[in-house]
Antibody, heavy 124, light 110 residues
């Protein structure tokens, strides 16, 4: 069974750094891993994705470029989402997702597995 | 404002059927596949429909998807109270170079 297990809830202050994680299991960790933000009472926003086999080239949603950093450690099947300077507006639940890319088979792209979510609260 | 447009809410009685629309453009739905996700209260989203109409293993055939031009539709028949959730459409946008979601539709089963 494919599972994405995320790290626990975090509380940080504005200006602090933070890194949350997402560990994959039940499959070969060679799929794109993405991150999705959900602010309280709001919809879903795709932040970007990264491939464990090409960790130096993450792809960011232009709306999030420069605001966060995606990384991955393939040796422990774990992806990370990082902030260098938190803002109150970063308060949200963050989901990691497994991206399926079937374009090579004339198919589409979609998120077939989701982590349980990590609540990040930024408050002074 | 979301790139994909969904109605904020829909409602129907148990046993009835409902459709949820998702409108986009040639940059997204018009030239890319659509996925649908279900988010039950207090939980994370789950894949419901992918590649416009396909259902992952375990998703009942009460759920269906279709696409026409730059719009997509999620259909749910035989409504159950357990179907009460937020539903999101999603597609890749080639202009934005990003996956984009609809604003979500809250389904109430009266």
């Amino acid at each position: 069974e494919v599972q994405l297990v995320q790290s626990g809830a975090e509380v940080g202050k504005p200006g602090e750094s933070l890194k949350i994680s997402c560990k994959g299991s039940g499959y070969t960790f060679r799929y794109w891993i993405g991150w999705v933000r959900q602010m309280s009472g709001k919809g879903l926003e795709w932040m970007g994705f990264i491939h464990p086999g090409d960790s130096s080239n993450p792809v960011y949603n232009p709306s999030f470029q420069g605001q966060v950093t995606l990384s991955v450690d393939e040796s422990i099947s774990t992806a990370y989402l990082q902030w260098t300077s938190l803002r109150a507006s970063d308060t949200a639940v963050y989901y990691c997702v497994r991206h399926i890319d079937n374009r090579g088979n004339s198919g589409g792209r979609y998120f077939d597995s989701w982590g349980q979510g990590t609540l990040v609260t930024v408050s002074s | 404002q979301s790139v994909l447009t969904q109605p904020p809410s829909v409602s129907a009685a148990p046993g009835q059927e409902v459709t949820i629309s998702c409108s986009g453009s040639d940059f997204n739905i018009g030239n890319n596949f659509v996925s649908w996700y279900q988010q039950l209260p207090g939980t994370g989203p789950k894949l419901l429909i992918y590649e416009n109409y396909k259902r992952p293993s375990g998703i009942p055939d009460r759920f269906s998807g279709s696409k026409s031009g730059s719009s997509a539709t999620l259909g749910i028949t035989g409504l159950q109270t357990g179907d009460e959730a937020d539903y999101y459409c999603e597609a890749w946008d080639t202009s934005l170079r990003a996956a984009v979601f609809g604003g979500g539709t809250k389904l109430t089963v009266l």
